[in-house]
C-alpha cells in the first residue's frame, strides 16, 4: 500500500519525528527548571541565533541551492564534477564557520543590541555571555547542514534528520546535570550542552556522507561554474526558503520589547508550532526537490510538476487543516501537555496558547508555500520567491512591530499580549506570500484544479473534532492533570477527524484506517 507521505517523505517525517519529539522533550525540561524567569528569556533569545542557523542552513537554504545541481550533475552521470562541487561547498563552509566564530564572539554585544533591544542590565550581560559561548556551535551546525545535503541527494533521509535528536538530547543531559544554584548557572550549562551536541550531530553524519562521496577533497571552485551557481542561488534561497525562520527571528526581536516571560512563551510556542511545518511541509518539499529537480530536467515541467505539486498540496492540508483547529481551540491542553512542570504553571500555559492561536493563522499558508518554493527551486527560479519573501518578511516586521508596540495600548490591555499580536502578523504575511507564490505558477504550470469540495470536506471534519474535543474537555473539567487531559480531549479530537474524513470520502483518509487495520 502506497505509504501517506510518498516517496522519501516517511523517512524525512520519521526523523523529523525523532528530532522534533527530542526538542519537546527539551523545552519540557527547560521549563521544568526555568519556567518563564529572565534567565530563561536570556537563554532563549541568545539560543535563537544558532537554532536560527541550524534551521536556516539544515532545513532549507543549504539543499535549495546545491541539491538541485548535485543532482542534476548525478543524474547526468557526472560523478566526478558531482564530488568536485560537494567539495568547494565543503572548504566554503569552512571559510564561512571561521568567519561566523570570529564575529559572532567578537561582536557579541552589538549581536544582542540588535537581536534584543529591550534588554537592560543583568540580563543583557548574561544574554551576551550565552552569544558567546553557544557561537563555536554554529560553525559545526553549518557543517551539519553540508551533510544533510549530501545525505539528501543520495535519497539518504533519515539520518540527517535525525541527528538533531543528539544535539537536544545533551541540551537535556546539561540541563539536568547542571549544579542546582542560581538560575544564570544554570543556563551556562546548558549553553555548553548546545555546543556538545553541535558535535556529535555533526559526528553521526560524517561516516555516511564520506561513504556516499569517495575521494572528497575540499576547495574552493573558483574556476567551478557549478559552485557560481549554487553561490549565486545561495541568498535567494537563504531569504525564500528560511523565510519561516528569519519571520521568528524577528518576532524574538520584537518579543524582547514585552515584559519579562515573553520570550521564552513564544520560543515554547514556536517549538509547538513549527512541528507541523517541519513534519508535513518540510519533510514533503525535501523529499520532493530532488524528484522536482529531475522532472524539470526531463523537461517535465509542465502537468507532471502540476500533478506532484497538487498530490503535495492535498497531503499537507489533510494533516495541518485539523493541527490549525487544534491550536486555535485546545492550545491550552497542547501547552500545558508539553511545559506545565517545575516552575511553568498553568497560568503559563494558558499564555503560551494564546501566542500559539496567533501563530495558527498562518500555518497552512506557511506549510503549503515551502511546497510551492520547491517548485520554483526544480525550474531554477530564485528570484521570483526572494521577491515573495521579501515582502512576507516586511509586512511581518510592521505589523508584528504595531501589534507588539502599538496595539494593546490602543486595546487597553496587558502590554504582555503583544506577543500574541506578533504571531497573528506573522501569519497574516505568510498569507500574502501563499497567494504570491500561487499566481506565479500559473502561468507556467497552467490554472490550478478547483479544490474547494476537497478543503470544505477537511474543515468540516476538524470543526467536528474540535467540538467533540471540547465536549470531553467539558466532561473532563479540572478534575484531572494536564497529561491526562490531555489524553481524554486529544485521543477523541483525532479519532473524530480520521473517522469524518474516511466517511467524507478521503482517500488518505481511508488509506490510514486501512494501515492501521493491518489491510494488505
Request: hydrophobic share 55%; glycine share 10%.
Amino acid at each position: 500500500m502506497k505509504s501517506p507521505l510518498r516517496g522519501g517523505a516517511p523517512l524525512v517525517a520519521a526523523g523529523i519525528v525523532l528530532s522534533r519529539l527530542a526538542g519537546l522533550v527539551r523545552q519540557r525540561v527547560l521549563s521544568h527548571y526555568l519556567g518563564l524567569s529572565l534567565p530563561a528569556d536570556a537563554f532563549n533569545q541568545a539560543f535563537r541565533i544558532p537554532n536560527f542557523l541550524q534551521n536556516l542552513f539544515g532545513e532549507g537554504v543549504l539543499s535549495a541551492s546545491f541539491i538541485p545541481a548535485y543532482s542534476r550533475l548525478r543524474a547526468e552521470g557526472r560523478d566526478q564534477e558531482a564530488r568536485s562541487l560537494a567539495g568547494a561547498v565543503l572548504g566554503i563552509l569552512f571559510l564561512v564557520l571561521a568567519v561566523l566564530v570570529a564575529l559572532g564572539i567578537t561582536a557579541a554585544p552589538w549581536l544582542v543590541t540588535v537581536l534584543a533591544p529591550g534588554f537592560e542590565g543583568p540580563k543583557r550581560e548574561l544574554t551576551i555571555q550565552l552569544v558567546r559561548v553557544l557561537f563555536p556551535g554554529v560553525g559545526l551546525l553549518v557543517l551539519s547542514a553540508w551533510c544533510l545535503s549530501i545525505l539528501n541527494s543520495h535519497r539518504k533521509f533519515f539520518l540527517s534528520y535525525a541527528a538533531p535528536v543528539l544535539w537536544n538530547l545533551a541540551i537535556i543531559a546539561a540541563t539536568i546535570a547542571a549544579p542546582q544554584g542560581p538560575l544564570e548557572g544554570v543556563v551556562l550549562w546548558v549553553a555548553w550542552g548546545a555546543v556538545a551536541g553541535g558535535a556529535l550531530q555533526l559526528l553521526v553524519q560524517l561516516p555516511s556522507v564520506l561513504s556516499l562521496v569517495p575521494g572528497l577533497r575540499p576547495g574552493l571552485g573558483r574556476a567551478n561554474p557549478n559552485v557560481r551557481s549554487v553561490l549565486g542561488n545561495f541568498f535567494p534561497a537563504f531569504v525564500t526558503r528560511g523565510v519561516t525562520q528569519i519571520s521568528a527571528f524577528v518576532d524574538g526581536i520584537l518579543a524582547s520589547l514585552l515584559p519579562g516571560g515573553a520570550v521564552t512563551a513564544m520560543a515554547n510556542a514556536q517549538v509547538l508550532y513549527t512541528l507541523p511545518v517541519s513534519l508535513f511541509g518540510m519533510s514533503i518539499a525535501a523529499a520532493e526537490l530532488p524528484e522536482l529537480a529531475a522532472a524539470a530536467v526531463a523537461g517535465e515541467a509542465g502537468p507532471r510538476l502540476r500533478s506532484r505539486l497538487e498530490d503535495g498540496r492535498r497531503r499537507v492540508a489533510f494533516f495541518v487543516v485539523p493541527t490549525v483547529v487544534a491550536f486555535l481551540l485546545l492550545g491550552e491542553i497542547i501547552a500545558a501537555l508539553f511545559f506545565q512542570t517545575g516552575r511553568f504553571t498553568a497560568e503559563d500555559a494558558r499564555y503560551v496558547w494564546m501566542i500559539l492561536g496567533g501563530s495558527a493563522i498562518g500555518l497552512l499558508a506557511s506549510t503549503q508555500g515551502r511546497l510551492y518554493n520547491s517548485v520554483y527551486f526544480a525550474l531554477h527560479d530564485t528570484r521570483a520567491p526572494l521577491r515573495f519573501a521579501t515582502i512576507r518578511v516586511a509586512l511581518s516586521i510592521m505589523l508584528g512591530y504595531f501589534a507588539a508596540v502599538h496595539l494593546p495600548r490602543l486595546l487597553d490591555v496587558n502590554p504582555r499580549w503583544g506577543a500574541a499580536g506578533i504571531t497573528a502578523a506573522a501569519g497574516i504575511s505568510a498569507w500574502v506570500e501563499f497567494i504570491l507564490l500561487q499566481r506565479g505558477l500559473v502561468s507556467r504550470l497552467g490554472p490550478e484544479p478547483r479544490r474547494a469540495g476537497y478543503s470544505l470536506r477537511l474543515w468540516g471534519a476538524a470543526l467536528l473534532a474540535g467540538a467533540t474535543a471540547w465536549l470531553a474537555l467539558t466532561l473532563a473539567g479540572r478534575r484531572f492533570g494536564p497529561e491526562l487531559r490531555a489524553l481524554m480531549v486529544l485521543i477523541p479530537f483525532g479519532l473524530v477527524y480520521l473517522l469524518a474524513t474516511a466517511l467524507a470520502g478521503i482517500p488518505l483518509a481511508r488509506r490510514l484506517i486501512g494501515r492501521g487495520a493491518g489491510a494488505p
